[in-house]
């Protein structure tokens, strides 16, 4: 994969300009694909995973106690699914009729399964970037389908949507790069 040559503004400003396009244009050179799709590939994923720990039972490493307004919370430093995983009643409840994830047409509990599977498969795919530009697609409906039927806002896209959509196009667009399971699967099947 070759570089792609520096895309700043011509050194207009003399000695300044010059200084400017050598500077950035190694940060250029450091700052590569792959490294922004890995960085995209995790960020994201996070996004997602936690909220996939929202709807699921779940067993926490590392538990303690916070005390918040004199309220004791028990909190854990990791949390991961319960084996096997099952979606929790109140995921169900947000789903349905009236919850406040309902979405016309589907099922309350279907559209709980379907968006707690989404939530837990497509993070995993983007962390070992394996089918990534897929995992980056699912993640795409789910984030516009979140915006228009649970939080139908200008505010919620610009703040939240928006910020999500970007490391998801990116990925479909330019793809998983070198650091991924796809790249070396790809290298793998062309020998």
């Known amino acids: 994969m070759s570089i792609q040559p520096f895309d700043g503004n011509p050194p207009v400003l003399g000695p300044a300009g010059a200084l400017y396009q050598q500077v950035f244009g190694t940060v250029q050179t450091l700052i590569s694909h792959n490294l922004l799709a890995l960085f995209a590939r ?7 995973w936690r909220s996939f720990l929202n709807k699921v039972e779940t067993n926490g490493i590392f538990d303690y106690v916070q005390v918040i307004n004199d309220f004791e919370i028990e909190r854990s430093l990791i949390k991961l699914p319960a084996f096997p995983i099952t979606i929790s009643d109140q995921t169900f409840a947000n789903f ?11 099922p309350g509990e279907i559209a709980a399964v379907m968006a707690t599977m989404g939530e837990g ?3 995993v795919l983007l962390v070992l970037g394996l089918l990534s530009r897929f995992a980056a697609s699912g993640l795409i409906v789910m984030a516009l389908v979140i915006q228009i039927f649970v939080f139908p806002t200008n ?15 990116y990925l479909v667009g330019r793809g998983s790069g070198a650091l991924s399971l796809d790249y070396v699967l790809s290298r793998h099947r062309a020998r």
């Open 42 to 48: 995790i960020a994201i994923a996070g996004v997602f």
């Open 155 to 169: 505010a919620h896209f610009w703040g939240t949507v928006a910020l999500w959509l970007i490391p998801l196009l």
């Open 96 to 106: 349905a009729d009236g919850g406040r994830n309902a979405i016309p047409l589907v």
């Open 121 to 123: 498969v497509l993070p």
